[in-house]
């Protein structure tokens, strides 16, 4: 099983971008899907979570009304709609998933990481 995230790239403050996460050989969905993202020098953060059981979605109040978190269940895949881009955005972000239901926790160690994909907001 694996998570592999596309969508990165460089944009400028104020422009949108849709990171996506394909999750492959899973036998069984993921409960928890989400976001994290790190920059350079500093902690890694949650971004956005949400549950394969449809309600259930976490923000952090960092991209709180800039960011979306979705799922495409059917499709495997994990979605980041990201608006009104600002250069302290700018990280590697990251899709993670496990097969518990975290939404009482969800900023913790997930079981399935993928490698990252670049976005880099410039001023």
């Known amino acids: 099983a694996r998570l592999v995230e596309s969508g990165g790239g460089l944009v400028r403050r104020g422009d949108s971008l849709k990171l996506s996460c394909l999750a492959s050989?899973?036998?069984?969905?993921?409960?928890?899907m989400a976001w994290f993202r790190q920059a350079p020098g500093k902690a890694r953060e949650l971004v956005a979570a949400?549950?394969?059981?449809?309600?259930?979605?976490s923000v952090a109040d960092s991209v709180k009304g800039r960011f979306t978190v979705s799922r495409d269940t059917a499709k495997n895949t994990l979605f980041l709609q990201m608006d009104n881009l600002k250069p302290e955005d700018s990280a590697i972000y990251y899709c993670t998933a496990d097969f518990r239901d975290l939404s009482s926790a969800p900023d913790q160690a997930y079981e399935y990481g993928g490698p990252g994909t670049q976005v880099t907001v410039s001023s």
């Open positions: 050989g899973f036998t069984i969905r993921p409960q928890t």
């Open positions: 949400i549950n394969r059981t449809p309600g259930w979605t």
